[in-house]
């Protein structure tokens, strides 16, 4: 099977799906010729035109609402906001509007919206560009939250994502933009509400959302040379939550650590230790441990910035200590 980068396979998701409906447009800054500041959607412009791959004023409530409009009036816009740390400017439009508009027209109307951001810190890009605001869109009913880890994912995930009926907010690591791995070339698309086990294991179940996946995968390899067996779950999506295989495995394991790259207090962290609980406090035999962003804004220093985000050593020495090895 071929390898390409995660942000080729954004790139192709989008493709893709703009051949299949003529109703699909991307919309934002810079989306155009400069095909994002991340280059994600290089090129798409010189196939599908302006007419479809819209730049905009920098003004993202003004862009983000015109899409929130033509998703209610039959096209499928694909809403770029660069840095997730905007979503800020445009939580009306997508708590207020995108997310109540089939509630409250009684099923009359449907927004299939999808808006397209980012997360993650250690890009040396300071308080503003730099946050995971994840938890916060998880938070409000009639969202979708889609948080890709690998090429394959964000592919597939993406294209379920264009296609759904109802407003999706998909964030993506911009630190894994150039991750490479398999993605076939055929046709394909990954359900919402299924999570991936990325590694089998026996002793420990560690749940990782985004790029924390691959910081757990780490700490899962140094973990087998200790003799602790780790598995890793990724969700995949937060909303919906695959509650099922996350219960599942910590009735197998007995522990658990849940890890996100969100701020630790009130984050998805929080929803996932406590579904776990839920569902299988009597298997546990030992607390459920979370860890997150450190809870303070992202500092610019990187070697201040590079304390603040969950490593592999931390996930090793939390797992030692809830399996007994030090």
Request: charged share 20%; glycine share 8%.
């Amino acid at each position: 099977m071929r390898e390409i980068t995660f942000a080729q396979a954004i790139r192709e998701a989008v493709a893709e799906e703009m051949r299949r409906d003529p109703h699909v447009l991307v919309l934002g800054e810079d989306v155009a010729e400069a095909g994002t500041p991340f280059k994600v959607l290089s090129g798409l412009v010189d196939e599908f035109g302006r007419d479809r791959v819209i730049d905009t004023p920098i003004s993202e409530p003004g862009f983000t609402g015109i899409g929130v409009g033509a998703a209610m009036t039959g096209l499928r816009p694909v809403v770029d906001i660069m840095f997730g740390d905007f979503m800020t400017l445009v939580m009306d439009q997508v708590a207020n509007q995108a997310a109540k508009v089939h509630y409250m027209s009684g099923g009359k109307l449907r927004v299939p919206l999808v808006v397209r951001t980012t997360l993650g810190a250690t890009r040396r890009s300071a308080a503003q560009h730099s946050q995971s605001l994840h938890a916060w869109v998880s938070h409000i009913p009639g969202l979708k939250v889609v948080l890709p880890s690998t090429p394959y994912d964000a592919k597939g995930l993406l294209k379920t994502a264009i296609r759904d009926d109802n407003p999706v907010v998909v964030f993506e690591d911009k630190m894994m933009y150039q991750l490479k791995g398999p993605v076939p070339d055929g046709e394909y698309t990954i359900p919402f509400g299924v999570a991936d086990i990325k590694r089998s294991g026996t002793d420990l179940t560690i749940v990782a959302t985004s790029s924390m996946v691959h910081v757990a995968l780490t700490a899962a390899e140094t973990l087998e040379r200790l003799g602790v067996s780790a598995e890793v779950i990724d969700p995949r999506t937060t909303v919906p939550l695959d509650t099922q295989t996350l219960v599942e495995s910590a009735r197998k394991t007995g522990r658990a650590i849940v890890i996100d790259e969100g701020y630790r207090q009130y984050g998805v962290t929080g929803e996932i230790a406590a579904v776990i609980a839920e569902g299988a406090f009597y298997d546990l035999d030992a607390p459920i441990r979370r860890i997150g962003a450190m809870d303070v804004p992202v500092p610019f220093s990187p070697v201040l910035e590079d304390l603040t985000v969950p490593t592999p050593d931390a996930v090793v020495q939390v797992a030692k200590a809830l399996c007994g090895k030090g």
